[in-house]
């Protein structure tokens, strides 16, 4: 519950810019203790700023920059894990989508087999660029600046115009009753037109995700060929997952 709610937290001050103790510890029914303990963890991973009374996010692109690398660091070793398994699953020559997310980006650094890479991750590109065996093709599209991924019109025609083998796709909620869920509607129409590209979706996320629901739904689990989580996922939902004709991979 600590992860969900600190991951809603980065959510609200997104959207707001700044919140105070007392307005959070409001918003989550928890004491003010309890929000100041969050914000402490945050501020300590980069993802928010405290100030007095308050936490602001940041706003200095340099500092957003760092905020979205430092986010592989939050169960990096489990990340790392599923993104060697991924790359396990792709054969050489074929063409892939990377959904943008951390979960991805640890993929892409563990991908390097000869093989296309279509992504609207500017971390994901920039890794895979300076890899020869590697064809990396960047979606149009305008920056967020919050993940340094592309969004938009530009970015979903773009994804139209292709075939590919393998979709790596990432989600920020996971739950076996509504799917897979993120917090923004831009980001459900882009995930949305990569899973029309692709002949083989397969979802990558760390199972802190698991039971978690956000915003909006982007695609039910009959759209869902594989899963691959870490083992930190219940045994329980796994089973659930299974049901729904999904192969559930547990990265080691």
């Known amino acids: 519950m600590t992860a969900a709610r600190q991951e809603k937290i980065r959510f609200l001050l997104q959207k707001h810019g700044n919140l105070t103790v007392s307005e959070l510890a409001e918003q989550f029914g928890v004491s003010e203790m309890t929000i100041r303990r969050d914000l402490k963890e945050l501020a300590s991973m980069g993802l928010v700023q405290r100030e007095h009374g308050k936490a602001v996010y940041p706003q200095n692109p340099q500092v957003r920059n760092a905020v979205f690398i430092t986010r592989l660091g939050e169960a990096h070793k489990e990340k790392l894990a599923i993104g060697r398994t991924a790359v396990g699953l792709i054969h050489e020559g074929e063409s892939i989508i990377l959904d943008a997310g951390t979960t991805t980006l640890a993929v892409a650094l563990a991908l390097t087999k000869k093989c296309i890479v279509v992504t609207n991750s500017l971390p994901v590109a920039d890794v895979l660029g300076m890899r020869p065996e590697i064809s990396t093709i960047l979606t149009g599209g305008e920056v967020q600046r919050t993940t340094y991924s592309l969004m938009g019109p530009m970015t979903r025609e773009s994804l139209a115009g292709f075939n590919a083998d393998k979709l790596f796709l990432a989600a920020t909620g996971v739950n076996v009753e509504k799917g897979l869920s993120t917090t923004s509607m831009a980001e459900s129409e882009v995930k949305q037109a990569m899973i029309n590209s692709a002949k083989e979706v397969i979802l990558v996320a760390h199972s802190e995700k698991l039971g978690q629901v956000f915003y909006h739904t982007f695609a039910k689990w009959e759209k869902i060929h594989k899963f691959i989580t870490d083992s930190g996922a219940s045994p329980e939902i ?12 547990v990265a080691s």
């Open 238 to 249: 796994i089973k659930e997952i299974q049901k729904n004709g999904v192969e559930v991979i």
